[in-house]
């Protein structure tokens, strides 16, 4: 099947610095890419969507100054954490889906990235 | 805002049929129902999903109810490494996650 790929896995970064995170969709043009986070026994939950070359859809409540999402090319999509406080820590996940009509098919998810501010 | 709602948590013992329920009633004509499960600590992973007729493949059966209200999930032969939280997701232009239903496959 096909692979999206996070980096990194695991990251700890100092309150108030910005942490990048990357996902790569490895072997198909991933014309979507979702961006979601995870904290301990919770659900995951959407944070925003993004389309190749577009501006990132962001969901209410979501700050997208804090959460820049880069979606350059149909392999490549980035979300920076900008000035990072503890309560960011959290399991970060990307999504990838091919298509217009990617509905049909099947969204494929990243590993996840543990992300940690100290 | 997730439209489903799934029972927290249900036992299944190996080897055994497990039958995972979602109810969806708000679905509207164009969403399509997605079952993903996670396994601690790693991303979901894609099981099957479905518009109006019932789908199989090679992990799961989805059976969808003709008003497509509600859904069941079939894992056939459930084995231990099928213990994770499922996910049943109603949806379009994007999935967004309910709190799910923690399967617990009992040697």
């Known amino acids: 099947g096909a692979v999206v790929s996070q980096h990194p896995s695991w990251v700890i970064c100092k309150s108030g610095t910005s942490v990048k995170i990357e996902c790569r969709s490895l072997?198909?043009?991933?014309?979507?890419m979702f961006w979601y986070r995870q904290f301990p026994k919770q659900s995951l939950m959407l944070m925003a969507t993004?389309?190749?070359?577009?501006?990132?859809?962001?969901e209410q409540g979501v700050e997208k100054d804090k959460f820049l999402i880069n979606h350059a090319s149909l392999t490549l999509s980035t979300l920076t954490v900008t000035s990072a406080h503890p309560e960011d820590s959290s399991f970060y996940i990307c999504?990838?889906?091919?298509?217009?009509?990617?509905?049909?098919?099947?969204?494929?998810f990243g590993q996840g990235t543990r992300l940690t501010v100290v | 805002d997730a439209k489903t709602t799934q029972p927290t948590s249900m036992d299944c013992a190996e080897g055994r049929a497990a039958n995972l329920p979602c109810n969806h009633s708000t679905i509207s004509g164009n969403e399509y129902v997605y079952w993903y499960r996670q396994i601690h600590s790693q991303g979901p992973q894609y099981i099957i999903h479905g518009l109006k007729n019932n789908e199989t493949n090679e992990m799961a059966s989805l059976i969808i109810t003709e008003d497509r209200k509600s859904s069941t999930l079939i894992l056939p032969h459930a084995t231990l490494r099928d213990t994770a939280v499922y996910y049943c997701?109603?949806?379009?232009?994007?999935?967004?996650f309910g709190t799910g239903t923690r399967l617990t496959i009992i040697p």
């Open positions: 997701i109603v949806g379009y232009e994007k999935l967004t």
């Open positions: 999504s990838a889906a091919q298509g217009a009509n990617w509905m049909n098919t099947e969204a494929f």
């Open positions: 072997d198909f043009q991933a014309t979507t």
């Open positions: 993004s389309n190749e070359g577009s501006k990132a859809t962001y």
